[in-house]
């Protein structure tokens, strides 16, 4: 006879039917993982971007030797933001020139360096003078040699006057305008005491402004008892004293002594057309515009014997 009721309990393992449990297989994508085969990287080395700021600082006509904030905003962003820097070095050997220029650019340094969080050095050639200056306090330490000129920290105005030159050969200057200051400061009149007061008028609100970059950014490192805001300049030394600068140094070592004797300089610099590399300027630019560029420039470097 067939019994009824329960059967026999299943053994450790079984499920009702007797049947054993299946395995839980994971699904797979089919991809192999190859990672166990790649040996691991080795510690990539530091690299500082290398910035060589050289010449006077002005807007100048497109291929044009200079400074200024349109040429150098595309070598800047690619310095501060390509392959992840250790910092940024500045290498300046600049006179100075505009000083709106000179703002612009220094504003930029340190946007981007506050953007990437990327430390900023500047590095002293033979003069960063005004501007030059101006360039140098968006760094966060200044390195100069020993004989480097530093600081004029001024703002001037300088021209020529041709009174008389045009009425001794004859020459009729013919001027209309609108407005009573429209000819302010015309090379050839007289220079009067109201144009010279206006022209003071200007100047001081712009060296109010340099100045207060340069307490920004120096701060308690500036000599307390010091007028440093005549326009005067220091050589290296004189410069440390007073606080325009952190130490006497140079570039490759001081960056060595900073991220390594490994570290990696990777230079960064503006384009030249290919007229300039071969020292045709006026063919590329015009005889009279290089000429006039090339007479200004040389004209900065003179006042401080360079």
């Avoid at 920004?216 to 300049?233: C, S």
Wanted: no cysteine; net charge positive; charged share 25%.
């Amino acid at each position: 006879m067939r019994q009824h009721g329960p059967g026999p309990a299943p053994a450790a393992g079984e499920n009702a039917r007797g049947d054993l449990p299946r395995r839980r297989v994971r699904p797979t994508s089919g991809v192999m993982d190859i990672r166990q085969f790649i040996p691991p990287f080795r510690k990539r080395l530091p690299r500082v971007a290398v910035v060589r700021l050289h010449g006077a600082i002005g807007a100048t006509r497109p291929g044009a030797a200079g400074l200024s904030d349109a040429a150098l905003a595309p070598l800047l962003e690619r310095a501060f933001r390509r392959g992840k820097p250790a910092a940024v070095a500045l290498v300046i050997n600049s006179p100075g020139g505009s000083p709106v220029q000179s703002s612009l650019i220094a504003a930029r340094i340190r946007r981007l360096a506050d953007e990437t969080k990327v430390p900023v050095h500047a590095f002293v050639e033979d003069i960063a003078a005004s501007g030059g200056y101006w360039l140098a306090s968006a760094a966060d330490d200044i390195w100069a040699d020993a004989t480097s000129l530093v600081g004029s920290i001024g703002v001037i105005s300088a021209g020529f006057g041709f009174a008389g030159l045009l009425e001794r050969h004859g020459v009729e200057r013919r001027v209309h305008t609108a407005g009573a200051s429209k000819s302010f400061m015309d090379p050839f009149r007289p220079e009067k005491p109201e144009d010279v007061a206006r022209l003071t008028a200007l100047l001081e609100p712009m060296h109010a402004v340099f100045k207060a970059q340069i307490v920004a950014r120096r701060g308690a490192k500036l000599a307390e008892g010091r007028d440093l805001f005549t326009g005067d300049i220091w050589i290296g030394a004189q410069a440390l004293e007073v606080g325009l600068i952190d130490g006497l140094a140079h570039m490759v070592p001081k960056l060595k002594e900073l991220y390594g004797d490994k570290v990696r300089l990777v230079p960064y610099g503006i384009r030249r057309s290919i007229w300039r590399r071969f020292g045709v300027a006026a063919a590329a630019d015009g005889a009279l515009g290089a000429a006039l560029d090339l007479a200004e420039e040389r004209a900065l470097w003179a006042r401080y014997g360079l």
